[in-house]
Every structure is written in structure tokens, then in C-alpha cells.
């Protein structure tokens, strides 16, 4: 018999790059396949959450640079090392700050930026560094017939202490959400708002949306979550609400 298991996007993410979470997720991958026939599936909203996700970020990055840009120019700065912490520090600086450095600082080790001869070569070979890597994002992230096919040998610099599997692959079944995420939040809002006492949050709403989408768009009974707020957070309410309840049934 086939073992269906869900993925939404807070498992995707570790899979395509390196976080504390990564090594755990992998190692039960290999324990589930190991001794069961499995099939993996996500929602294809996971998938275009985790693409945003990177875009976002991406985006961040890209004005970092122009920051540091302003920074080099009013003090004529040329040395890469030099410019180096100027783009580290620039990422910091961002909102998202943390994730943006270490998700993207890593490209300044790159030995042709480092012999750069001046900011505007710098900057320049920063900007294609920055691009390559957002394509190595967007090739692990692309639906080829229906189907996400992550190796772990492209998974990409995120968090640098975690080990990892360098050697697992997984085939994940992408399937269409039947609702929009604006139709699901109208269609269940009464039941919901009810349910959790009218405290829920947009992103309560899209970890709903996910777990709704494989558990009855797919009729995936198990659903794996590496967002650790996921089931302390939702499991006590969504218990009382019929669409969801027998998803926490042993």
C-alpha cells in the first residue's frame, strides 16, 4: 500500500537550502522510504510561496547593493575586501536582515569579485553572483510535468553550521489548489473566525489553505510541517472544525 504524504512549504524550504531543520527533515525522508512505499505531494500554492519567498528576498539583496553603491562612491572605496563587508553590513541593515545575510552573503568569497579592481567591477560581478544563485533557487523550485525533483546536491548556502545529506533525492507531485486562497478564507471564515475566536493571522490563514488543499484536493492523509507553531498553534482549534478534524486522528 502507498504511503501519501503531504509537504507545504515550510518543508520545501529546507530541502533547497541548508536551515537547522534541513538534517532532521532529510533523515525522516530516508525513514519513511526506507520502509514504506512513499509518494510525496505538495500544493502548488507551497510551491509559489517558496518562489516569493526567494524573489522577495532577492529583491532585498539587489537594493542592498545599490546601498553599498552609495556607500563606496562617497568614500571612495575600491578594495573587495573592503566592499565586501560594506554588502554584508548593507544586507543586515534590511528588515529581513538576518535572513538576507544568510542567504546571500556567501557570494562575496567568489575569488573573481575578490579581484576586482575597483567598486563598479565589483558591484557588477555581485549583481551576476546574486542572479546565479537566485537561478539555482528557481531550477530546484521548477515544476517539470506535474512534479518538483529536489537533489540535495544543489542545495544552497542558508544557515552555514547544520550538516546535511548531500546525497537525497526527492520527487514531489504538485497538485492544483481547487480554490483560490481568497475564495478558501471566504468559504471557511465563518467556521474559522469561530473556531479560533477571531485571532487569526494571514499567514494562519495560507498554513490552512495548504493543509486543506492536500488533505482534500489530494486526499493526502499526512501532512509533514517543519513551522514548529504549526500543530501547538492550530491542532486545538482546527480539531473542533469538521473540514479539519480527522487530519489530527492518530
Known amino acids: 500500500m502507498i504511503k501519501k504524504i503531504g509537504i507545504e512549504s515550510s518543508s520545501i524550504m529546507p530541502l533547497i537550502e541548508t536551515t537547522p531543520r534541513t538534517l532532521p527533515l532529510q533523515e525522516n525522508i530516508k525513514e519513511v522510504t526506507n520502509e514504506h512505499d ?3 505531494y505538495t500544493d502548488l500554492y507551497s510551491v ?40 554584508v553590513k548593507s544586507l543586515s541593515e534590511n528588515w529581513y536582515g538576518r535572513e538576507e545575510t544568510l542567504r546571500w552573503s556567501d557570494v562575496v568569497i567568489n575569488n573573481d569579485i575578490q579581484k576586482s579592481q575597483n567598486y563598479e567591477e565589483f558591484f557588477k560581478i ?14 530546484m523550485l521548477k515544476i517539470k510535468k506535474d512534479y518538483l525533483n529536489i537533489d540535495s546536491e544543489g542545495i544552497q548556502s542558508y ?3 547544520p550538516q546535511f545529506i548531500t546525497d537525497l533525492r526527492i520527487k514531489i507531485k504538485v497538485i492544483p489548489n481547487k480554490f483560490s486562497i481568497e ?3 471566504q468559504k471557511l471564515q465563518s467556521v474559522i473566525n469561530n473556531a479560533y475566536m477571531g485571532k487569526l493571522k494571514v499567514n494562519d490563514v495560507v498554513d490552512i489553505y495548504h493543509i486543506h488543499s492536500l488533505y482534500h484536493d489530494a486526499c493526502v492523509p499526512e501532512v509533514w510541517s517543519c513551522n514548529q507553531q504549526f500543530v501547538k498553534r492550530h491542532k486545538k482549534y482546527l480539531k473542533s472544525v469538521d473540514e479539519f478534524k480527522s487530519l489530527f486522528d492518530p
Do not use: G, P
Not at 510561496?49 to 572605496?77: L, M
Not at 551576476?128 to 537561478?135: F, I, M, T, W
Open 38 to 40: 512513499v509518494e510525496f
Open 48 to 87: 509559489k510561496e517558496a518562489i516569493q519567498q526567494i524573489n522577495t528576498s532577492f529583491t532585498n539583496a539587489i537594493q542592498s547593493i545599490k546601498k553599498a553603491k552609495i556607500v563606496a562612491e562617497r568614500q571612495s572605496i575600491n578594495d573587495a575586501k573592503l566592499l565586501s563587508i560594506i554588502f
Open 126 to 139: 555581485l549583481k551576476q553572483l546574486l542572479d546565479n544563485k537566485k537561478e539555482k533557487y528557481a531550477s
Open 159 to 161: 544557515w552555514i553550521t
Open 183 to 185: 475564495y478558501f478564507f
